[in-house]
């Protein structure tokens, strides 16, 4: 892999203003995907395959935890690096969002420098893995 590839990234956030953040911090990366619910984050993965998914913890309906499951549960979606974001770092999110299948767990707010090295690095670790 070249380090200068594009990386697909699908920002998953019921907030707008969550997106907008997450969306400045990592759009220099590559290509941007959004979605405002689990539903549609689940949709989106499996149309136009990201390489990162940001996935808000707490989402009505579906929220991160349970769309976490269903990436991993769909061959299609498995392989995925999912970054968990979330205003709440308890050990017990942290340990139900990794026990889930995420690769990483960020808590909110972000700092940008932070999430861009988080995100090239498992881009490249799910690149190596194909």
């Given at each position: 892999?070249?380090?200068?590839?594009?990386?697909?990234i699908?920002?998953?956030?019921?907030?707008?203003?969550?997106?907008?953040?997450?969306?400045?911090?990592?759009?220099?990366?590559?290509p941007?995907?959004?979605?405002?619910?689990?539903?549609?984050a689940l949709?989106?993965a499996?149309?136009?395959?990201?390489?990162?998914?940001?996935?808000?913890?707490v989402?009505?309906?579906?929220?991160?935890?349970?769309?976490?499951?269903?990436?991993?549960?769909?061959?299609?979606?498995?392989g995925?690096?999912?970054v968990?974001?979330?205003?709440?770092?308890?050990?017990?999110?942290?340990?139900?969002?990794?026990?889930?299948?995420?690769?990483?767990?960020?808590?909110?707010?972000?700092?940008?420098?932070?999430?861009?090295?988080?995100?090239?690095?498992?881009?490249?670790?799910?690149?190596?893995?194909r």
């Open positions: 892999m070249v380090m200068t590839d594009p990386i697909r699908l920002i998953v956030d019921d907030e707008p203003a969550n997106i907008q953040i997450l969306h400045a911090a990592v759009s220099i990366l590559g941007v995907q959004f979605a405002r619910s689990g539903e549609q949709k989106l499996t149309a136009n395959p990201p390489d990162v998914v940001l996935l808000d913890v989402m009505p309906d579906l929220d991160g935890f349970a769309v976490t499951r269903a990436l991993r549960a769909d061959p299609a979606t498995a995925m690096m999912v968990l974001v979330s205003g709440s770092a308890a050990d017990a999110d942290v340990e139900r969002g990794l026990e889930c299948g995420a690769d990483d767990f960020i808590a909110k707010p972000v700092a940008p420098a932070l999430i861009r090295q988080r995100v090239r690095l498992l881009a490249e670790l799910a690149r190596r893995r």
